[in-house]
């Protein structure tokens, strides 16, 4: 998924991921999770490691 924000906005956004120490995906995961009410799980989007 790729979004295109105005400038003023993505650095507000990035800025309030930043204040609550989250990474972008998990920011987003959550915030669809409130909009639809399918569960997000943080570790679904980590990339699993050998």
Same mark, same amino acid.
């Given at each position: ?10 650095? %507000? ?18 915030? %669809? ?8 799980? %943080?570790?679904? %989007? ?5």
């Amino acid at each position: 998924m790729k979004v295109r924000l105005p400038e003023a906005l993505a650095d %507000a956004f990035h800025a309030e991921v930043r204040r609550r120490g989250m990474t972008v995906q998990d920011f987003i995961g959550q915030l %669809a999770e409130e909009m639809t009410g399918v569960p997000y799980q %943080a570790q679904e %989007a980590l990339p699993l490691g050998a």
